[in-house]
């Protein structure tokens, strides 16, 4: 049983900068895809970013793309999500996503691929 475990959430204004991370335990170090998404109040769930081990490759929303940077931990099965240039939008309950698999490409922007998920951190951008 995969469990995550996110933190660095928070409060900042528009313009503004916050680091989230995102550590998984009991899974399998050699091959996973981790994800972000995020929901905002009234929408539904949305991709934001994904890494792939094994052969790498990072993916991301439009939305988020030249702002925010997915970036894994060598030595542990975590990812990070450096979001800069914050903006109100971007306001949501982020969730980290993890899969045992390396997804393809085309599966990595879909959470209902994802096998587990963490308990969100929420993410506040006041203009």
């Known amino acids: 049983q995969v469990q995550l475990v996110e933190s660095g959430g928070g409060s900042v204004q528009d313009g503004g900068s916050l680091r989230l991370s995102c550590a998984a335990s009991?899974?399998?170090?050699?091959?996973?895809?981790m994800a972000w998404f995020r929901q905002a109040p009234g929408k539904e769930r949305e991709f934001v970013a994904a890494?792939?081990?094994?052969?790498?490759?990072?993916y991301y929303a439009d939305s988020v793309k030249g702002r925010f940077t997915i970036s894994r931990d060598n030595a542990k099965i975590a990812v990070y999500l450096q979001m800069n240039n914050l903006k109100p939008e971007d306001t949501a309950v982020y969730y980290c996503?993890?899969?045992?698999?390396?997804?393809?490409?085309?599966?990595?922007?879909?959470?209902?691929?994802?096998?587990?998920w963490g308990q969100g951190t929420q993410v506040t951008v006041s203009s």
């Open positions: 009991g899974g399998s170090s050699s091959t996973y895809t």
């Open positions: 996503a993890f899969d045992n698999r390396r997804l393809i490409v085309s599966a990595v922007y879909g959470g209902e691929n994802y096998n587990y």
């Open positions: 890494f792939r081990r094994s052969g790498g490759g990072t």
